[in-house]
């Protein structure tokens, strides 16, 4: 199916930011939406932000409230890629992220995506 590889991964101090990169190929959807998830030690696979596309230049969003207001997911102008802009970064936000995507509507359902990226470490110090 679609092929999915993350970047921009790294280490940041507290407070800093960085910007994920999601490069789709492959297949693709007329209706999908892209996501991002991580894990952190010790925790489960926890839903970070979705992006979901109703037509041309019409998409829903949606962030889970650990990362609301600090988050921003977007897309590229031709869809073969999409972001995650992350400021204002606590060391809580160290985990690999993912970066997902499904054939269907926005969901925080991590079991609903059907391809994945391998992931890239993110790490913020104190």
């Known amino acids: 199916q679609v092929q999915l590889a993350e970047s921009g991964g790294g280490l940041a101090q507290a407070g800093g930011s960085l910007r994920l990169s999601c490069a789709a190929s492959?297949?693709?959807?007329?209706?999908?939406?892209m996501g991002w998830f991580r894990r952190a030690p010790g925790k489960e696979r926890e839903f970070v932000a979705a992006?979901?596309?109703?037509?041309?230049?019409?998409?829903?969003?949606r962030y889970s409230d650990s990362v609301k207001g600090r988050f921003t997911i977007s897309r590229d102008s031709d869809e073969n890629a999409f972001f995650l802009q992350m400021d204002s970064l606590k060391p809580e936000d160290t985990a690999v992220y993912y970066c997902?995507?499904?054939?269907?509507?926005?969901?925080?359902?991590?079991?609903?995506?059907?391809?994945w990226g391998q992931g890239t470490q993110v790490t913020v110090s104190s």
């Open positions: 997902a995507a499904r054939n269907g509507a926005l969901t925080w359902r991590d079991a609903l995506y059907h391809c």
């Open positions: 492959g297949r693709t959807f007329t209706t999908y939406t």
């Open positions: 992006l979901g596309w109703r037509a041309k230049d019409v998409y829903d969003v």
